[in-house]
């Protein structure tokens, strides 16, 4: 079961290649090769495509102060229920707050949620897998049966237990999938390592006395990581969609946060009379998460070393 | 057979030799690259006369792969494609043949064999499935019948038991007799070529050994011609009637083996050569030297002025910069693109 | 193979066994125990009677002999009583299971269906516009929040052209959840697909097919669909155990009475033994899925089947 | 026909004393009766006794049934019976949940085959209007020849016959032939009208109302934001319960600063504008609630309780909150909770904003109803940390809740006062009506002058009804109870 | 083991675990049965022998890659064979490995410098300024160019690569060198130049050597002496002379005689062609290994597994056959 997991997350979610790229130590050619990476994914279209649209997001979500007509929860900002307008160009809730602004400030919680989940995710899946994979026998063992254990539970699950022991909040739910979500990342990571601990270059290293710390993060982690970024880059999506179902259970952002999942969830109460207080959240969830994946599959086709032209 | 005699007596004269099976002409495949396009061959023709084994050298990434895809219409469409030339067989041009007439001729009239046994099978098919389907696809037999022709072809190739391993996978057999297999599957339908693309590169001497001589016995009962592709000038040197050798995409030398060996009038060639030990020549370890050629293939997409081989070259003039020499088809079958080719076999006779 | 089959259950149970543990745990750490809940928002009873009722469930004991004792029960295939209606939480489990069993699978044929078709043709024709709309509609259909599809397909199937009813457990309820559930996974399964097709049209065994003088539809149908099948087959299980626990919005929207529902009720009821129910239940069948996988694994792989 | 009424949850049990929520006594009100039935007014009249006396200072209360009931299994409803369900609810081996609401009592005591005496040890002033509630209601007692009581059988003599239930799906009952209505508020004294009743559970209100749309639904609960539409709908009804017993309230975590100064309670109470908050989240179909509890419930009365609460007034909120040293540069930071449903975070949403007008920042909480119930002690119990408050809901048809509430140690073990104890504690033993009263409003005064409990607004959950037109005759008794004998499909 | 001696190897054993996936036995796989030589000083030892036979093990039990399973590795007198992994460090300054794949073996992320001097951290040799004068100083030594060195191995050619390699196996100046396959990967005109480069630094720095191929003639020209494995076991093991000038046991003729000759005119001599395939290391044959492919094969050689025996000269064979002169 497990190598096959991980074939499939491999196929789909990770490239093998590393990428090419330049400069003097270990971290610094990670990112100088990054640059070349990006260079090389950004001659992807949809690649392209996403980046442009997140740097909008990020840029909308950076500047929403400015851009929002009116602050996000402003009662009676115009009257309650309006269609969309000049003035309200996405309408006004049940309170009269415009849509258009909550729309923009919830950018910036979206790409928090993404950003936040993924990098709890990120940040222990890695380590376990990679521990994981570079340890072997019992260490190994243990941490792939707990990954197991944690993939088993649902995440609703966690993020009651996450709301019930810290209190419902948007950051909680963003602890919550973020948990939900390390046995993915700990897969990848874990299977990734493997395959760079059979190559070559770690037994050189080792045969040169290096120490475990050495070989860890010196050697195995920088080349574990472009396939992780693509991960991460589709996690981020995944991440905004579980948060939103998790706003939609009630068990996420709190209220008047203008979280697009909360929004959603709140909107569907007025499904009928108002549709644009759906509409305009789903839409933007829709294009934040395409923006994320259109993102990570360019990326990972263009370092596929099939994809030449 | 004159394929049996041209081995027995391989001074035969040119005149003598047999009518051509396959013609190459200026042959250019090309593929697209995210670094632009690269030529994997640029203009090579040769011709493939009946029953002679025709071997095709060169180093890793020269283009020997590509021009035995491109003749059997195999170059991955995109990012490869044929720009130009001809490959004549039976009065047809290959390269102008609709899918339909091509799934005709492949595995049929012109067979093929990959250097790597292991993966070039199907893992998840049974090796009967894969001989016999190839055979009934061309000859219209059953299945019971078909069977029982791949039963004989691996019998001819020396697996024991065939009967019992026709049910059995890839992963069951060794890679000797996967390569066996892949002779059988490709001998299957009597072929009237066969190319074969490194197809000892990846086994051991001993079993590489048998795979040739198989191949010779083949040949000489089948009397079919075989194109040799290679890295091995020890294996050119046992196998080949003739030897096109290639460089960076072009055909850079052509000859009978004995002329190629004895007077390379290629640098390159020359080089190849004199870099291999020769088992039983070594003096004291380190008494003598190999001879080493500096510098790298260049790449496809960033080929030099002039002559390819120039940077790489101890011969290397002005004019190799300037200009590309051209394929001297001269008089006789010994000819090579190289602008000082007449400077050189004197040189390699001497030091022989 | 029995040894085979041994070995996996053993671990497989072990893996059960901390699940049920942790989950208890977890479960636990949420404020709130179930007979404090049974009387919110009504007249109530004095402390010392909340007490008894929860001496009588046996809540008072100390979580682990809780725990043990659950286990003991268990393993004599006594998965306890809910605290809520005092039902039989096995009897429960399994008269919903097979609702759930029916939409996750028919989900899961509309999925395949759609995905497998989709991600095989823009891989054959990779690069292309078909390519290009394929895919796209792929993350399309990712990016939908289920919730957002099966309101949509609601009221537009169900309320405006009035073909299908709106809720309930027949067959004809079936369409639209199954629909919705299949079609946001449908994309992932597309993706795989065609990552996988793709990997194996360059693998050179495909090629030496070619070579042979097959004709082009044999090749893809007998050489590459097969031996690309294989990860796709792990991704179907992985996505069917995803199915049959994460499926609560849909099965919220159109009323669907499954498993994944149920639990989210027990956990809000805090009802411990349906939950750890639910959970023992839901680890059993991701057992069984992947012991399922790898039989299938290995009738698709003969390099597994038989070393 | 059938009559399909989509609701947002399941029941817990058919069994009324295993269960305590709403969805479930809803539904029991279909398939038993009590002794006695609110009218439309809330008090206790006959229903299956057609009598009742009270003597020995209310220690011993005496029934007579009226004859002819059948049970749905054919036996005829008599004294053993009740006796039957009255031993069954206050036995010692699996007592009712609601043991203690029966009050005190001693014995029940066979006088004849139609005639039953209780025997309680204390006056108890509620012990007649919970006889008519539908946690008294009378299980025949061949029931106890069932092992499944309560999951796959119940045998009452209500209006319907429990026929199947599946779990989280539907419960169905088919009518009862031989019903004779004695009580119940509704213009048909016999047999429903039709042929069954199912109820159904859909979680999603968006779903209910495309069902109620295509006819697939009778009834169902709406979603709150729907009513308006509805309403203008000629093919649908919407109904509103009067009198639910419900209500609404806020209180607060007193054993810590901010809450622990009766000020800070007031200061919230004034800063939030009720009224503009109802209208602008349930529009009219919630009420304003001034009492600490509902209308309709024994002692309400918004003129006593209007003498003693903090109308709205924004700057006597922040001169309370200036003395406690809150100002602009320093904000009082709280939690203001609630659970899900029922459009209350939308509540809590327009308190927030009024209360940030006085500069108290909310920050709000939703979570599930366990969750809250659990937080509420908890934050009681805790000695640091910010304010907290929350939007709390509790239904019952008599003031004795307050003494669930707000008697030490109290259901939350938040406020209380030795004054409020013993008042409480009188209230429980006091029979005579007018006595009875001024007790309760003795309480009402100390709650809501120390702003111990806020009173927002009644009913709070599961009150509306929309109604297809094509099924007419629906009508919701007093507390909330629907009944669907009347209703023609 | 003479005084002399950098590395003896006694009677070392690995076995793997293999298998134990569905309808499938786990069996043991013995890849090395008991492997005895030693390597003097300045000398290079050819180990030859066909695919699967167990010679990249040998090389990683002796750079303790591999835990042997039993037996003795001896360096300078140290038995490292149960070394655990600390006190293996300082060893690793006497015994280096070049691996053959040069791209795999070089860590894609790091500058060749860092790559090269890396071991100079590791064992605290030398740091800052030093450290790269030294690293410099070994890049001039094995052919690359100083101003190289904030080059990262893609940018290198398949030969330089490979030079990389030894410049990191040399520059903590060890004794001896275990080199697995080092030109194998190599196209020919580049083989060469590592092959003389080798030679070179071999003699200047009198280094020992393992040279591990499977191509003869290139071990014909760098070793000293040669041993043939077969299958976990050296089947034959002397100077060079002898072992390409004389062999004695079959294998090593049958293999001798399948290396194709550059030369069209030598074509038509006799060859030994041996039938059949290698037997698989999890279920070897009985007796002697060799006995399903060997030509000569009695009825002792399919019960008995024969010794390896000295043969005189210091030449050693394993064969209960006493072959007639050779025929190569
Ligand atoms: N599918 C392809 N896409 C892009 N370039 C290709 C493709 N196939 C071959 N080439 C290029 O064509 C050139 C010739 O390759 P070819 O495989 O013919 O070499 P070769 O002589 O067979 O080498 P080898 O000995 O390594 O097999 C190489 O530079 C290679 O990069
Ligand atoms: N880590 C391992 N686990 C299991 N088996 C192994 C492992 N490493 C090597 N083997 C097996 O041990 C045997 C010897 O392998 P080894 O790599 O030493 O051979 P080799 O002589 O170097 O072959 P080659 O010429 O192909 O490199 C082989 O059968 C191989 O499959
Ligand atoms: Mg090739
Ligand atoms: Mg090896
Ligand atoms: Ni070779």
New binding site residues.
């Given amino acids: 079961m497990q190598n096959r997991l991980e074939k499939a997350i491999a196929l789909a979610g990770a490239a093998h290649t590393p990428a090419a790229g330049v400069a003097p130590s270990g971290w610094a050619v990670l990112l100088r090769r990054m640059g070349r990476f990006w260079r090389s994914a950004m001659s992807n279209r949809g690649a392209r495509v996403g980046m442009v649209l997140v740097t909008v997001l990020v840029l909308v979500a950076f500047f929403a102060p400015w851009i929002a007509p009116y602050p996000p929860d402003e009662m009676g900002a115009g009257m309650s229920l309006l269609t969309p307008e000049m003035a309200y160009p996405f309408g006004t809730d049940e309170f009269g707050r415009d849509i258009f602004s909550r729309v923009i400030w919830g950018a910036r919680l979206t790409i928090q949620v993404g950003v936040i989940a993924v990098g709890i995710s990120l940040t222990v899946g890695t380590l376990t897998g990679l521990v994981a994979g570079y340890a072997g026998g019992w260490t190994e063992r243990i941490l792939m049966r707990l990954v197991d254990v944690v993939f088993s539970f649902t995440e609703t699950l966690i993020a009651l237990a996450a709301v019930a022991v810290l209190g419902p909040s948007l950051s909680n739910a963003m602890i919550a999938v973020g948990i939900a979500a390390i046995p993915f990342y700990a897969r990848v990571a874990y299977s990734v390592t493997l395959v760079e601990r059979n190559r070559a270059y770690f037994d050189a290293a080792y045969v040169q006395g290096a120490g475990h710390l050495r070989l860890i993060f010196l050697h195995l982690l920088p080349n574990i990581i472009p396939p992780l970024i693509v991960v991460a880059t589709l996690g981020v999506s995944s991440a905004v969609l579980a948060a939103a179902g998790l706003s939609f259970l009630g068990l996420g952002a709190q209220p008047p946060s203008p979280e697009w999942g909360a929004m959603l969830s709140a909107g569907r109460d007025y499904f009928n009379q108002a549709p644009w207080i759906m509409i305009y959240p789903g839409v933007a969830i829709m294009i934040t998460v395409l923006a994320f994946n259109l993102l990570g599959d360019g990326i990972r086709e263009a370092l596929d070393p099939r994809q ?1 032209v | 057979m004159s394929a049996t005699k041209s081995i027995e007596a391989p001074n035969d004269e040119p005149a003598t030799r047999p009518a051509p099976v396959l013609e190459v002409r200026d042959l250019c495949t090309e ?1 697209r ?1 995210k670094a632009g396009v ?1 030529r ?2 640029d203009g090579v023709s040769f011709t493939l006369h009946e029953g002679e084994i025709l071997a095709i050298v ?10 035995s895809l491109s003749i059997m219409g195999l170059i ?1 469409d995109p ?2 494609r044929i720009a130009g030339g001809s490959v004549t067989y039976g009065g047809r041009d290959l390269t102008r043949l609709d899918e339909k007439a091509l799934q005709k001729l492949r595995g049929n009239e012109i067979a093929m064999i990959f ?1 790597e046994p292991m993966t070039s099978l199907n893992p998840v098919l049974s090796i009967g499935r894969q001989m016999t389907e190839g055979i009934r696809q061309h000859t219209g037999m059953s299945e019971a019948e078909a069977r029982k022709h791949a039963v004989e072809m691996m019998r001819r190739v020396s697996i024991p038991a065939p009967e019992k391993r026709l049910g059995e996978y890839p992963h069951q057999f060794s890679g000797g007799m996967l390569q066996r297999i892949m002779i059988a599957i490709a001998m299957s339908c009597s072929p009237r070529v066969l190319i074969a ?2 197809p000892t590169t990846a086994l051991d001497v001993t079993i590489q050994a048998q795979i040739l001589e198989l191949m010779r016995d083949l040949r000489a009962t089948t009397g079919a011609s075989i194109m040799l ?1 290679t ?1 091995d000038m020890g294996v050119v040197a046992e196998m080949a009637d003739r030897v096109v050798v ?1 460089y960076a ?1 072009r055909k850079v030398e052509e000859g009978r083996v004995e002329d190629i060996f004895a007077r390379p009038r290629h640098p390159y060639t020359r080089g190849l050569l004199a870099a291999l030990p020769v088992l039983g020549t070594a003096g004291e370890v380190g008494g003598t030297q190999l001879n080493e050629i500096p510098g790298v293939v260049p790449a ?1 997409t960033d080929l030099p002025n002039g002559c390819r081989f120039s940077d790489r070259c101890a011969l290397s003039t002005d004019k190799c910069l300037a200009e590309d020499p051209p394929f001297a088809d001269r008089v006789g079958a010994h000819s090579a693109a190289c602008w000082h080719s007449d400077r050189l076999a004197p040189t390699m006779e001497a030091t022989s | 193979m029995a040894s085979f089959l041994a070995q996996r259950l053993f671990a497989a149970l072990l893996t059960i066994l901390v699940t049920t543990v942790a989950v208890s745990m977890l479960i636990h750490l949420v404020p709130g125990d179930p007979v404090q809940i049974m009387y919110a928002q009504s007249q109530g009873t004095t402390p010392e009677q909340l007490e008894e009722v929860r001496a009588r469930l046996g809540l008072d004991q100390p979580l682990m002999v809780q725990y043990i004792q659950y286990m003991g029960r268990v393993l004599q295939g006594d998965l306890g009583r809910t605290i809520r209606g005092d039902q039989p939480v096995l009897e429960l489990l399994l008269a919903r299971l097979p609702n759930t069993l029916i939409l996750a699978t028919s989900a899961l044929v509309i999925a395949c269906a759609i995905g497998l078709v989709c991600g095989f043709v823009a891989a054959y024709r990779r690069g292309t516009w078909l390519d290009t709309l394929l895919m796209t509609s792929a993350i399309l259909g990712v990016s939908m929040p289920h919730f957002w599809l099966g309101l949509i397909l609601l009221f537009y199937f169900a309320v405006h052209l009035q073909w299908l009813p709106v809720a309930g457990s027949g067959a004809a309820n079936l369409v639209l959840p199954a629909v919705t559930l299949g079609v946001t996974n449908a994309a992932i399964i597309a993706r795989l697909t065609r990552s996988s097709m793709i990997d194996v049209f360059d693998q050179e065994f495909i090629r030496t097919a070619y070579a042979k003088g097959l004709p082009r539809a044999l090749v893809l149908y007998r050489h590459a669909l097969r031996a690309g099948l294989v990860p796709i087959v792990t991704m179907i299980g992985l996505q069917f155990t995803y199915m049959m626990g994460g499926a609560i919005v849909v099965e919220n929207v159109f009323g669907w009475n499954g498993v994944g529902r149920m639990a989210i009720q027990a956990i809000f009821q805090r009802d411990y033994p349906l939950i750890q129910g639910f959970i023992l239940m839901f680890a059993v069948v991701v057992v069984l899925v992947s012991v399922l996988m790898d039989l299938l694994y290995a009738w698709l792989d003969p390099r597994i089947r038989n070393r | 026909g059938d009559i399909i009424w989509a609701r947002d949850g399941d029941i817990d049990s058919l069994d009324p004393h295993r269960a305590t929520s709403t969805l479930s006594r809803q539904v029991w009100y279909q398939i038993y009766d009590s002794l006695l039935e609110f009218d439309d007014s809330g008090a206790p009249v006959p229903n299956l006794a057609k009598s009742w006396e009270i003597a020995q200072d209310g220690t011993l209360v005496t029934f007579v049934l009226n004859e002819g009931i059948t049970c749905h299994d054919g036996t005829p409803f008599n004294a053993d019976d009740v006796i039957w369900t009255a031993e069954r609810a206050l036995g010692e081996d699996n007592p009712s949940l609601t043991k203690s609401s029966w009050g005190d009592i001693g014995e029940v005591e066979k006088i004849d085959d139609l005639t039953v005496a209780f025997h309680l040890a204390t006056p108890f002033g509620a012990f007649v209007p919970f006889m008519a509630d539908q946690f008294t209601s009378m299980l025949c007692d061949s029931n106890a020849a069932a092992d499944d009581f309560g999951t796959g059988s119940a045998i009452g003599t209500g209006p319907w016959k429990f026929a199947s239930w599946t779990k989280g799906a539907e419960v169905v009952l088919e009518k009862n032939p031989d019903y004779v209505n004695y009580g119940r508020p509704i213009d048909n004294p016999g047999p429903p009208l039709a042929d069954r009743l199912i109820m159904r559970t859909m979680p999603e209100a968006q779903t209910r109302m495309a069902g109620l749309r295509t006819g697939e639904l009778q009834v169902i609960v709406p979603p709150i934001q729907e009513v308006k539409s509805l309403q203008d709908d000629p093919g649908v009804e919407v109904y509103v319960a009067q009198g639910t017993g419900q209500n609404m309230f806020l209180q607060f975590a007193v054993n810590r600063p901010p809450f622990d100064d009766k000020r800070a309670r007031q200061a919230v109470s004034h800063a939030i504008d009720k009224d503009l908050a109802i209208k602008v989240v349930y529009g009219d179909i919630v009420e304003r609630q001034y009492c600490p509890i509902s209308k309709g419930v024994f002692g309400n009365d918004p003129e006593f309780c209007k003498q003693y609460d903090q109308d709205y007034d924004p700057e006597k909120a922040k001169a309370l909150l200036a003395e406690l040293g809150y100002g602009p540069d320093k904000p009082m930071e709280v939690t203001l909770a609630t659970w899900t449903g029922d459009s209350r975070e939308r509540m809590l949403q327009m308190l927030q904003n009024q209360l940030k007008k006085v500069n108290i920042v909310a920050n709000i909480e939703v979570m599930d109803i366990g969750t809250l119930n659990a937080r509420d002690t908890q934050e009681n119990n805790k000695a640091e940390g910010p304010g907290y408050m929350d939007l709390m809901g509790w239904t019952w048809f008599d003031p004795d809740l307050l003494y669930l509430l707000w008697h030490s140690p109290g259901a939350y073990q938040g406020f209380q006062t030795p004054e409020l104890d013993k008042i409480l504690e009188d209230m429980r033993t006091t029979v005579d009506p007018d006595a009875r009263k001024e007790i309760v409003h003795a309480a009402f005064k100390i709650l809501l002058e120390e702003a111990g409990q806020v009173p927002i607004y009644t009913p709070g959950w599961s009150w509306l009804y929309a109604v297809s037109a094509d099924a007419p005759g629906f009508k919701i008794g007093p507390f909330n109870r629907a009944l669907f004998n009347a209703i023609d499909h | 083991m003479t005084a002399g001696t950098i590395l003896s190897v006694r009677d070392l054993r690995k076995s793997f675990d293999v298998g134990g996936g569905l309808l499938r036995k786990s069996g043991t796989l013995q890849a090395v049965g008991g492997v005895s030589f030693d390597i003097g000083p300045g000398e290079t030892l050819g180990l030859v022998g066909e695919s699967g036979c167990g010679k990249s093990t040998v090389g990683k039990l002796i750079m303790k890659l591999h835990h042997p399973s039993d037996g003795a590795i001896f360096l300078r007198g140290v038995n490292i064979a149960g070394l655990s992994r600390r006190a293996m460090t300082p060893m690793w300054r006497k015994v280096q490995t070049i691996f053959q794949d040069p791209y795999s073996s070089l860590n894609p992320r790091m500058s060749a410098g860092a790559i090269v001097g890396e071991a100079l951290t590791i064992h605290r040799i030398a740091s800052g300024a030093e450290k790269t004068r030294r690293v410099a100083e070994i890049f001039e030594k094995v052919g690359l160019r100083a101003d190289q060195m904030g080059r990262f191995p893609h940018e290198f050619s398949g030969g330089q690569r490979q030079r990389l390699s030894i410049a990191r196996a040399l520059i903590v100046e060890p004794e001896l060198i275990v080199a697995d396959e080092p030109v194998s990967a190599l196209d020919v005109s580049i083989q060469a130049s590592v092959i003389n480069l080798l030679i070179r630094l071999q003699k200047e720095m009198g280094l020992s050597m393992l040279f591990i191929s499977h191509d003869m003639s290139v071990v014909e020209h760098v070793s000293h002496r040669v041993a043939v494995m077969y299958l976990g076991r050296i089947v034959e093991i002397g100077s060079r002379r002898r072992i390409f000038g004389d062999p004695q046991h079959p294998y090593t003729r049958a293999l001798l005689s399948a290396v194709p000759v550059a030369d069209p005119a030598a074509r038509r001599r006799e060859r030994i062609v041996l039938k059949g395939d290698v037997p698989s290391p999890i279920d070897p044959p009985p007796g002697c290994h060799f006995q399903t492919r060997c030509p000569f094969a009695q009825d002792i050689c399919r019960k008995v597994l024969p010794d390896l025996l000295p043969t005189g000269g210091g030449h050693k064979v394993a064969c209960h056959v006493r072959m007639p002169d050779a025929v190569a």
């Fill in positions: 030449t | 593929f690259t690269g994997a061959v060169g180093e890793s990434g020269s283009g020997k792969s590509v021009t991955p990012p490869g250097q693309d490194e592709i890295h290639m995409g496809l």
